[in-house]
């Protein structure tokens, strides 16, 4: 056995099991304050060094499924009842919303903003000039970590291009800056110094196969067959349907088409980035392939289950053979250490919070970017272990994916990351499709085609509010200082990095843990920082296949599970042999089937296409020349939509007045004679005519609509004549004086009044002319009352007021008559208005209202006949207090 990098003392024997509990849940040290010694409270993770090894690719391909879904959880078995939800929520269930979809990540270690709250840090050097100096590598290689949490609205920061880099500023102009987008965050955070911006997960934290499964239950119904509670078969038998139903997967444009294409070639699983690369597509394709074996052998072993019972058992059995795998196989893989290191389980603890920490998420399990190799071999499945040749391939399988991945042995574990990863993140993507004609992925964006993911990751780091320098996160954690000996041989390298920050001890932690790697794992931040998570994604996991608690596994059922093993699922999956598979498939030992020919680099790969920015202009002109002729016509449409508002509104009369019978139509350009039109008026009524003028009713204080104001003077009789479909909303506030025109209430005993919005001084004096001569002509007296115009409107007797009043003796009096106890305790009317109530007219239109009949029918006619004083059969009103007499003497005789 090796010790890491740290001096602290330690014994040699179970290392991790001496982690005290508190810091391993917390990363804090034991003592409170800081200690004297770093050995004070200080434990390390220790290595295993008794054989060479070599990462395969399934130790990348792992970490890329980890990363994506950090990963998957979900139901129960029938003997439980309880089905783990797919959103996260309620795994928990004093804290329902920890690990949950959208939930905030953990802060680890202290956030550091400029501010304190949400601002970047101004003062460190561009990430693109620290990529340049650190990460320069000499192979080409991809990435797969890419944040899609964006904010919203979008914030974008800027990195600054060094002047004449070779990738990104050619012409040596100096002004091209790299866009960075802010990753989403929870609203409430970022207002203060005790509130620093919080980013927030836009998977769940748990274990729970959300990979495969989704998050969310419509994308679920989509992807189950609803048959014996397997995943729905595509056209290709063992394949998943291609996107079809058009769910919103990932379809970026690769980069030697620079277009999008269609999204129907896409397979469709649990996860938008699915169909990255093939490797990423292989691994999700072997769990949906292990679901569907399961849930049939679930059917075969309990035929009288439910599809829903199958499908929660299968989706129970691939997560817990998936937490077994990521924790005993590919944790120990990842951090070279045994398997036996990892602490034993001890039981459900709910009060350890199971967030992904800031420190993970942006800094600690980017680790793996220096072990991405350039492209992947594909293995032919037979005995004399042949690759394909690069230039040959037009189709391929599974098989020979997972075998290639078996046998590849991925980069050194160094800080060198391949230069595509840094200059273009489309670039293998591109070179990619040379292996295997299946699919074109791109990352960066149309309008700027490449993206380092070195300086990506250096600022997501930064935007989280990670402590920027490697040495505070070490201390945060009680961890030995970095210094030269530690992290670097090369020192022109330290003497550059510490020009460029201005002293070493402001480095950034993503950089500073990069550094730490010596080729046995991820040095001691990485190593602690992952260990943590991933010890705390176990423990508070109420469904974790381990937790006898929950009763979803019997003891023998969790000893299957931990017997299980990636290869085991592989060979059950594929047509793969056992003999074509090495024992460990995240390693690749010497002795071990079908070694690799050649370590894949920048030699067997084709030049891919260089960086291109989006020109919106070209190819486009004849839709720019019409765009332009659109944008150019929208004024002329508003004109004339306006010019038909003011033609309408002049036919509602609510502008000029109309040609009307009556009225003179002035011109424009006239200014109208008030004697004249006077003596125009006195006229009509001479001659009993009839005179008419428009007006708007005024209903209540929400609604208005346009009339025409008819009097037949002859019969002296004032119509108000409907316009159909004119109802308006008003805005006119109650009690206002800011109400254009003069207000007329025409009020007549024992009727509702109407209260009518005049255009203008002249029409009130025309209508009372008209109104007052015409009663008087019929030996009729007119009261004028004058008033301002809101308390004019209070007092009126409109429609409204006077039903409310009605409905309320409909129900008051009418069953007083036989059940006093349904009357209205509560009345609001007092004495007064219920006199005036008893002697106002009630129409046959109000009294069919207010027993759901129309007015024509039998027993309204025959009613009113009753009600009425003298027998008559034209009666159109009839007093309320007649109504309540009929009924008084109807109710005698029953």
């Known amino acids: 056995m090796h010790v890491g990098h740290s001096k602290c003392n330690m014994e040699e024997e179970d290392p991790l099991n001496s982690i005290p509990d508190t810091s391993t849940y917390y990363l804090r040290c034991s003592q409170p304050g800081p200690p004297k010694k770093v050995t004070d ?95 320069r590598g000499q192979v080409v290689a991809y990435e797969i970590m890419q944040s899609t949490q964006i904010s919203c609205p979008l914030e974008v920061h800027k990195i600054p291009v060094p002047r004449c880099d070779p990738v990104f500023d050619l012409q040596c ?62 056209p290709m038998p063992g394949y998943p349907p291609f996107n079809n139903p058009h769910i919103p997967l990932i379809n970026p444009p690769p980069p030697q088409i620079h277009r999008l294409m269609n999204p129907e070639r896409l397979f469709i699983l649990g996860d938008p980035r699915i169909n990255e690369n093939p490797g990423l597509l292989s691994f999700g394709l072997i769990l949906y392939r292990w679901h569907n074996i399961n849930a049939k052998k679930l059917q ?90 690069e230039d040959i391939v037009q189709e391929y399988s599974v098989d020979e994916i997972v075998l290639g991945m078996a046998s590849q042995i991925a980069e050194a574990e160094d800080n060198v990351v391949v230069e595509d990863l840094r200059v273009s993140l489309s670039r293998y993507y591109l070179c990619f499709s040379l292996f295997i004609n299946f699919l074109d992925f791109i990352f960066g964006p149309m309008h700027f085609t490449r993206l380092d993911v070195v300086s990506i990751s250096i600022m997501r780091g930064r935007d989280n509010g990670i402590l920027p320098t490697t040495n505070s996160a070490k201390a945060s954690i009680c961890l030995q200082k970095l210094g030269k000996p530690s992290i670097l041989r090369n020192t022109s390298m330290f003497n550059q990095l510490a020009e460029l920050y201005g002293s070493i001890d402001r480095l950034d932690a993503y950089v500073g843990g990069m550094l730490e790697t010596n080729g046995s794992g991820p040095g001691e931040l990485f190593t602690r920082i992952i260990f943590d998570q991933f010890l705390r994604l176990r423990d508070s996991d109420r469904f974790w296949f381990e937790n006898k608690q929950n009763g979803f596994l019997t003891d023998e059922e969790q000893k299957k599970i931990r017997n299980i093993n990636l290869r085991e699922i592989i060979k059950q999956t594929t047509s793969i042999e056992n003999d074509e598979l090495q024992k460990d498939v995240f390693f690749w030992l010497k002795g071990d089937p079908c070694p690799q020919p050649f370590q894949v680099n920048t030699t067997n790969l084709e030049p891919c296409v260089p960086f291109m920015r989006f020109d919106h202009f070209t190819g486009n002109e004849v839709t720019y020349i019409f765009t332009v002729i659109a944008l150019a016509t929208i004024p002329l449409i508003c004109i004339g939509i306006g010019y038909l508002l003011i033609q309408k509104r002049k036919k509602m009369g609510m502008i000029f007045e109309p040609g009307v019978r009556s009225l003179k139509k002035p011109c424009a350009s006239q200014k109208v004679n008030l004697k004249d039109e006077m003596d125009y008026t006195r006229q009509i009524i001479a001659k009993d005519m009839k005179f008419s003028l428009p007006a708007i009713e005024w209903l209540n204080e929400a609604f208005c609509r346009s009339v025409i104001v008819e009097l037949d003077t002859h019969l002296a009789v004032l119509k108000i004549l409907k316009r159909p479909h004119v109802v308006r909303l008003t805005v006119t506030r109650k009690a206002s004086r800011s109400v254009n025109g003069p207000f007329v209430v025409v009020s007549v005993p024992k009727n509702y009044d109407m209260v009518l919005r005049l255009q203008n001084e002249s029409q009130w004096l025309q209508f009372r002319c008209a109104l007052g001569n015409c009663l008087i002509k019929h030996g009729k007296l007119i009261k004028e009352v004058e008033a301002e115009n809101d308390v004019l409107l209070e007092a009126a007797e409109t429609k409204d007021k006077r039903q409310e009043k009605l409905d309320h003796f409909f129900r008051e009096h009418t069953p007083g008559l036989n059940q006093p106890k349904l009357s209205d305790a509560n009345s609001e009317f007092n004495s007064y208005v219920s006199e005036q109530v008893m002697h106002m007219t009630l129409t046959k239109s109000e009294f069919a209202d207010a027993l759901g009949m129309q007015p024509k029918d039998l027993f309204v006619q025959r009613m009113f006949s009753c009600m009425s004083l003298n027998g008559g059969q034209n009666i159109d009103s009839v007093c309320f207090q007649e109504f309540l007499t009929v009924l008084k003497r109807l109710h005698k005789v029953l």
């Open 41 to 135: 409270s200080c434990s390390i993770v220790k290595r295993s060094s008794k054989r060479p090894h070599y990462y395969s690719l399934y130790t990348i391909a792992l970490f890329w499924t980890t990363l994506i879904c950090l990963i998957a959880a979900a139901g129960g078995l029938e003997r439980n009842g309880e089905y783990q939800r797919y959103d996260g929520w309620f795994n928990n269930l004093a804290n329902p919303e920890w690990g949950s979809v959208g939930s905030r990540l953990h802060r680890d270690v202290p956030s550091n903003y400029q501010d304190g709250v949400y601002r970047l840090a101004s003062n460190l050097p561009s990430a693109r000039a620290i990529s340049d100096l650190v990460f």
């Open 173 to 234: 102009e100096g002004k091209t800056e790299i866009p960075f987008i802010r990753a989403k965050y929870d609203k409430t955070t970022g207002h203060g110094l005790n509130s620093p911006r919080e980013q927030v997960n836009d998977r769940t934290s748990w274990i729970d196969a959300s990979f495969l499964y989704s998050t969310q239950e419509p994308w679920v119904a989509a992807l189950r067959s609803f048959e014996n509670g397997t995943l729905l078969e595509g």
């Open 300 to 389: 075969k072993e309990y035929p009288s289950w439910t599809d829903e019972d199958l499908f929660q058992g299968a989706r129970r059995i691939v997560i817990s053979t998936l937490q077994n795998i990521i924790l005993y196989e590919f944790l120990p893989a990842l951090l070279a250490i045994n398997p036996s290191q990892i602490p034993s389980y001890e039981g459900y603890k709910p009060h350890v919070p199971p967030g992904i920490s800031h420190s993970f998420a942006t800094t600690a399990f980017r680790f793996p970017h220096s072990l991405v190799p350039p492209g992947l071999l594909l293995r032919k499945r037979n005995s004399k272990c042949e690759f394909r040749e």
